[in-house]
């Protein structure tokens, strides 16, 4: 009986944490993924986030530039989803990509590239971070920090060539 009950404490657990699981599709290249996201994106602006809450994974945000006929000042409110992201976790601007909801809000895109544009290495849609050294790995910690400011560089310089090709698509 024992037997029975841990094997079904076992298998409910699965279902459950299955069920709140992502399932975000490694892209075939960054401007595929970019490419998707400004044709299944009614909102694509660049934005002042102006108030997070975190408890509701929501936030606030204030649309400095457009990209597809956002109103420039206009003040959105948004949600997110916390599991599969991206999270709106810091205030500044946001390159956003999004759609409206019957409620008016924006729900930011799973799995997409909005980013900060302080930092955007940490969406890892847009960035594939190094891997870490393992625990008992004695390589150099000075080339692993190496390749964590190179990552870094790279996801600021994919941010910047991607905005210039999205003000170049509205031209």
Request: hydrophobic residues 35%; positive net charge; contains cysteine.
């Amino acid at each position: 009986m024992k037997y029975i009950l841990n094997n079904l404490i076992l298998i409910l657990t699965l279902v459950s944490t299955k069920a709140i699981a992502c399932n975000c599709a490694i892209p075939k290249s960054l401007k595929a993924i970019q490419d998707h996201e400004f044709e299944n994106s009614e909102c694509i602006f660049i934005g002042e986030i102006i108030k997070i809450d975190s408890e509701n994974n929501s936030f606030e945000i204030k649309v400095i530039e457009s990209f597809n006929g956002d109103e420039i000042g206009k003040t959105y409110s948004g949600i997110y989803d916390k599991y599969c992201g991206p999270i709106i976790d810091e205030k500044g601007k946001w390159l956003i990509y999004g759609n409206l909801n019957s409620e008016n809000l924006i729900k930011i895109n799973t799995c997409g590239l909005t980013r900060s544009l302080k930092n955007p290495e940490n969406n890892i849609s847009a960035t594939i971070p190094p891997e870490p050294l393992a625990p008992n790995e004695t390589g150099s910690k000075a080339k692993f920090a190496k390749q964590r400011v190179e990552w870094k560089i790279r996801a600021k310089s994919n941010l910047e060539k991607e905005i210039i090709d999205l003000r170049k698509r509205i031209k």
